[in-house]
């Protein structure tokens, strides 16, 4: 059966370790892995358009890359078996071959040909000797000489298909295509590549103490930035984003927003109201409109989430209810929602870079959670990196995410670290 087809329960039922109330990390990604529906729709786009987008099937080389055998240096193309065994060799020199010009004629035993970098290689000429080793001489220039031992045969010759052999796969399905990806698509001479759709994924914070950037704030309230960074961090992952604003905390307006996402997107993303708050409803309409789990995750910041499947009509999108305190919404999403969005995209994402990095400070520690602290990472004095954390880890403390450059995570069942001890890193170079 299709991953999206089977109930939550069922999927809970198949992972050991599974307890809502005291969910550990690697569980909660391994049940968010099951539900995640594949893409279906394809289509072709041109190759600028394709920067950041995910390959919807193999790219097989209709071409071998280089096309031809061709010189690595502007030179002397030669036959390795004409250089001399002692001393010098000396070749008399028989016309030029240019970047772009058709393949020259053979040339006889003991000749060489001036050659440049790209160009053909002349027929059973098999080495290319750079310019600057070479002396020319003869009355007219008309012998190459060459010193002993500074060649071996085949140097500076680049051979047809070393880059990419024909009917080779140059591309794999599920790639996010990169800028080094565009120049091999267009080294294959393809102008247009076939991508998943890109994602929908629409976005909206709850909270009747909200208020949006520009308007007055009265006592109480707060300006919505989870709507911000929700944004950028979609974004930055190349997604469609669908902003449904600000969510009153009345049934009516949640039931509205929910059911428009689920008609409207493949995924839909909440902040807020998914603790045990009083005034929530958020929790509660939720629950009414799809199949929604209410998790407790052995994790900091980010302990309340919601998770399911949410319908209008024939539609449904994947629910992802944050917690509402703005760095553990960051934090979830990176935990959970980035993974499980690339791989709804299509994409086989490579797991995160993490660097061992040294803790200046000591670091309390909580075992049977996992941790995840804003820090800025550099080298340290003796060239090693080092971690140091950067102020109130607060998970409303939205300052101190704004001046890390990355996440110390502390594992599950990690005790107090000490100064000086070795952490893992998640850098957000080229992530956040
Ligand atoms: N008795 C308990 N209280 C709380 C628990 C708990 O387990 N028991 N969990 C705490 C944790 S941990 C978190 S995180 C929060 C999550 O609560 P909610 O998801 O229900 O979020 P809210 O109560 O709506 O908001 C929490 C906090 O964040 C501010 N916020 C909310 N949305 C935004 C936004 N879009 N932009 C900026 N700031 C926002 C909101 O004003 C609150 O200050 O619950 C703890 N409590
Ligand atoms: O989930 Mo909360 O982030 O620890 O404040």
Not at 63 to 90: F, H, I, K
Not at 121 to 129: E, Q
Not at 200 to 228: F, H, Q, W
């Amino acid at each position: 059966m299709h991953p999206m087809n089977l109930a939550l329960a069922d999927i809970a039922a198949q992972l050991d370790g599974y307890d809502p109330q005291a969910l550990p990390v690697d569980v909660a990604q391994k049940f968010i892995s099951k539900l995640l529906p594949l893409p279906q729709q394809a289509e072709r786009v041109g190759l600028r358009a394709a920067l950041g987008r995910v390959l919807a099937a193999d790219i097989i080389s209709p071409l071998q890359v280089p096309a031809a055998d061709n010189s690595a240096m502007d030179g002397y193309a030669l036959r390795a078996s004409d250089l001399a065994v002692e001393g010098e060799t000396r070749l008399r020199l028989a016309g030029t071959s240019l970047a772009g010009s058709a393949p020259s004629a053979t040339l006889a035993p003991g000749h060489c040909q001036r050659i440049m970098t790209g160009a053909l290689m002349p027929p059973g000429l098999d080495t290319v000797v750079p310019q600057e080793l070479t002396r020319v001489a003869g009355d007219s220039g008309e012998f190459i000489v060459i010193s002993p031992g500074i060649l071996r045969a085949g140097d500076n010759r680049r051979l047809a298909g070393e880059d990419l052999a024909l009917g080779s796969v140059a591309l794999a399905a599920g790639r996010i295509l990169k800028p080094a990806d565009l120049g091999l698509l267009a080294s294959l001479g393809l102008a247009e590549v076939p991508v998943w759709r890109r994602l929908k994924v629409a976005i909206m914070s709850t909270g009747d103490e909200l208020r949006g950037v520009g308007a007055p704030l009265p006592a109480g309230c707060v300006y919505d930035s989870n709507r911000y960074t929700m944004w950028a961090m979609l974004e930055r992952l190349g997604l469609e984003v669908i902003d449904l604003g600000i969510v009153r905390d009345q049934p009516a307006a949640l039931r509205d927003a929910f059911t428009r996402a689920a008609a409207e997107a493949d995924a839909v993303i909440s902040s807020g109201g998914v603790s045990v708050g009083e005034a929530d409803h958020t929790k509660q309409v939720m629950a009414e409109l799809g199949e929604v789990l209410f998790w407790k995750i052995a994790m900091r910041p980010g302990r309340p989430m919601a998770i399911g499947r949410i319908n209008s009509g024939e539609h449904q999108a994947l629910l992802f209810g944050l917690p509402g305190n703005p760095v553990a919404v960051m934090v979830t999403f990176y935990a959970f929602v980035r993974e499980a969005l690339l791989r709804m995209s299509g994409a086989s994402p490579d797991p995160l870079p993490m660097l061992r990095a040294s803790s200046s400070k000591a670091l309390r520690k909580k075992a049977g959670r996992t941790e995840y602290q804003r820090g800025i990472v550099g080298r340290g004095q003796d060239g090693q990196w080092q971690v140091d954390i950067t102020g109130n880890q607060g998970s409303g403390i939205l300052s101190s995410m704004s001046q890390a450059n990355g996440l110390v995570v502390l594992g599950h069942a990690q005790g107090d670290v000490a100064a000086g001890d070795w952490v893992d890193v998640l850098p957000f170079d080229g992530l956040i």
